[in-house]
């Protein structure tokens, strides 16, 4: 293989011009090949600042932008644009959304922020919390703007009366984005289909700065992405795209699987490439993954061929009720750990739902075994963290109203809630933004005296530290900052303890640590940019997880976390009817159990040596033990159900006599009356 390339692997690598679709099955050397074939690119002569790559998260993107920079050396200082979906519609939108109505400076709402507005809103519209409340109101827009739905069609649309009543609130909602100059995480790709769609003058603009166009994940887009995507790519058409219909699983927030899997028809010229060759799992784990993923009936023929030879068979294990099955598998855990070639950070325990690893977590603690939750509260979630950001928010654009209501009197300065509230009314008034009330002396003047100050000071901090932000490094003005406004008395006052005083003080240095980071790396760092970062990377920005990761632990996590990622020992638990695939897609089947049986697919193939999957024969609903049903993905791992679309005629109504793939191991560490044998898997009918 030439440069450790594969045929298939420099078949894409090789293809320099017009669309083509790289299917990359899981393990199969993905990152590899795109990196090479942007280096390639390079080499033939195409500039590297007329290369697009788009990917889904900050992380792989400076992944990529790292690998390329390493193949083709210190001499080629121009870069290929590397960047999120996300992110480059940021870099269209500052460009030219002003055809949209909306000014150069917007700003990106984070969920806080669209927390403040849905609340204002439904005040407006009189509907009590009771009815409809903040969080529920944003499902409902976050719903529609996920399948591109606008304003005026999701009153249409809307069904029942809490429907109804988010889609007046939707429309109204929008509105008061527009009016506060700001755009929420959706609204950069449906704004920005918006200017390609209505603006051609401004697609041909924004489309005539690369030549080539690279997006890794496409099973990933969804619809605004897809047609952005085309609308970028339409004039020179070359356009590669890569990705593995088999492990689309976004379904839930707008992921389309139709799009890979069209691709061929909406680019008849394509060439296609298929990638194959898995060099992360054995050959035994391989074949469960391929007979599994074969009931899929949409999807692109293809089938992970091993690298890795034979291998230990998968294992099935059956346990009473969800305690023992976490007893189970971690004493399985704690068996291999006191064998010297074994770390704790080489075992996946793998759950569909974030119910499921409290027992686990219980018995990790139990056993003394050293275990990394991935998930739970982003960095970005903390108050102080969201205060401080409020401040730079505010101090980069006043008339931003959500960031300054959340810190007009925080600290304390006088500025209370009937101040605020006056101030807030004759804005109202006015038609005009809160900043420009602050201002207005005759305003002003009817508040108590300690208010007054507090409006000259509040402006009076903002015209300094617009200019301090703007002088190098920029993390100094961030100190000076909450020095002038004594944050830390703020913590003081709110926390008795003085480790949470302390643990809120370290967030605000690795929010300090990242506008260092943000200060280094951008070519040309603006206070404006470092909060776009922020905005565009939300969890992943911090990169919580990937410190997580790197722990020497034992790693549980969701199925939907765990794409992308290995590991050598993985248990995948909770395989019954109503969690594996999930009791939501059970009443819907169709295309609902597919992307459940991608989402079993992705999490066997994440194991590199050793496979095992579990399910409690009862477990408890309210308090009381019920039986359960096992996972039809059980029966069609095990080549125990019909498949037909393959011409299998076996059957799932109960399996016959055990095969090797199916028999379960007994841990030594447990009798083994406490556990059944994949024999005994019993029937999928439900008991009476």
Not at 135 to 162: E, H, M, N, Q, V
Not at 425 to 443: F, I, M, N, S
Not at 669 to 685: C, E, G, I, M
Request: proline share 6%; charged share 30%.
């Amino acid at each position: 293989m030439a440069h450790g390339l594969n045929p298939p692997q420099q078949k894409a690598v090789n293809t320099l011009a017009g669309p083509l679709l790289v299917l990359a099955g899981a393990g199969t050397g993905k990152t590899r090949v795109v990196t090479y074939r942007i280096a390639k690119l390079i080499q033939s002569g195409i500039r590297a600042d007329r290369i697009l790559a788009v990917t889904f998260t900050n992380k792989a993107a400076t992944e990529m932008q790292e690998r390329i920079g390493e193949l083709l050396g210190k001499k080629n200082k121009k870069q290929p644009a590397t960047s999120t979906f996300h992110s480059h519609c940021v870099r269209v939108l500052r460009r030219q959304i002003q055809h949209l109505g909306y000014p150069r400076k917007f700003s990106i709402y984070d969920r806080g922020d669209q927390e403040s507005l849905a609340r204002g809103v439904l005040r407006e519209i009189r509907v009590p919390n009771e009815t409809l409340r903040p969080g529920d109101l944003l499902y409902f827009i976050g719903g529609w703007k996920t399948k591109c739905i606008r304003p005026a069609d999701a009153a249409a649309i809307a069904s029942t009366d809490k429907e109804h009543l988010a889609a007046m609130a939707y429309r109204r909602y929008q509105k008061g984005l527009k009016q506060r100059g700001a755009v929420d995480f959706d609204d950069l790709l449906l704004l920005t289909e918006e200017l390609f769609t209505n603006f051609d003058a401004v697609r041909r603009e924004e489309a005539a700065l690369f030549d080539h166009l690279l997006i890794d994940e496409y099973q990933d887009t969804n619809g605004s992405q897809y047609r952005i995507v085309k609308a970028l790519a339409q004039d020179h058409r070359n356009l590669c795209v890569v990705g593995d219909d088999d492990q689309s699983i976004y379904g839930w927030r707008g992921a389309e699987v139709e799009h890979i899997l069209r691709f061929s028809h909406d680019w008849p010229d394509s060439t296609v490439v298929w990638l194959e060759n898995n060099y992360r799992s054995t050959a035994e784990i391989l074949t469960v993954a391929n007979r599994l993923i074969a009931f899929n009936k949409k999807r692109h023929p293809k089938e992970l061929k091993a690298a890795r030879p034979g291998g230990k068979q998968p294992r099935i294990e059956q346990y009473p009720n969800e305690t023992k099955e976490a007893e189970g598998v971690v004493a399985d855990i704690a068996r291999l750990l006191r064998q010297p070639d074994f770390e704790p950070n080489d075992f996946a325990i793998l759950f569909r739902t974030n119910e499921q690893p409290r027992a686990f977590e219980t018995e990790l603690r139990r056993a003394g075994l050293p275990y990394v939750l991935i998930g739970g509260m982003s960095f970005f979630d903390r108050k102080e963290v969201r205060d401080v950001l409020a401040y730079m928010k505010m101090i980069d654009s006043p008339t931003d109203e959500v960031s300054l209501l959340r810190i007009i009197n925080t600290p304390p300065r006088g500025l209370g809630g009937k101040s605020v509230e006056v101030l807030t009314k004759e804005a109202v008034r006015q038609g005009k933004p809160l900043w420009d009330v602050l201002g207005q002396p005759t305003v002003v003047a009817v508040l108590p005296d300690t208010a007054q100050r507090a409006c000259e000071e509040l402006r009076s901090l903002v015209d300094m530290f617009q200019q301090r932000f703007k002088k190098r490094p920029m993390v100094d003005a961030m100190r000076a900052m909450l020095e002038r406004v004594d944050y830390e008395s703020e913590l003081q006052r709110l926390y008795d303890n003085p480790n949470d005083r302390e643990a809120r003080m370290a967030a605000l240095e690795e929010l300090a640590n990242a506008l260092g980071a943000y200060e280094t790396k951008a070519k040309k760092p603006t206070l404006a940019g470092f909060l776009d970062d922020v905005a565009l990377g939300g969890p992943d920005f911090n990169d919580e997880k990937d410190k997580q990761l790197k722990r020497n632990a034992i790693v549980l996590m969701t199925l939907h976390s765990a794409k992308g990622l290995e590991f050598p020992h993985v248990y995948m638990v909770g395989m019954e009817e109503g969690l594996l695939p999930h009791h939501r897609s059970v009443a819907v089947e169709g295309e609902a159990i597919d992307e459940e049986r991608r989402l079993c697919y992705v999490g066997v193939t994440r194991a590199q040596d050793y496979l095992t999957l579990s399910m409690a024969l009862t477990r408890r609903k309210w308090g009381k033990p019920r039986d359960t049903i096992p996972s039809r993905f059980l029966f069609e791992l095990i080549g125990q159900a019909e498949n037909p679309h393959a011409g299998n005629t076996a059957t799932r109504q109960r399996p016959p006599g055990a095969t090797r793939t199916q028999k379960a191991a007994t841990p030594a560490t447990r009798p083994p009356s406490k556990t059944r044998a994949a024999t005994d898997l019993p029937s999928r009918r439900r008991r009476t």
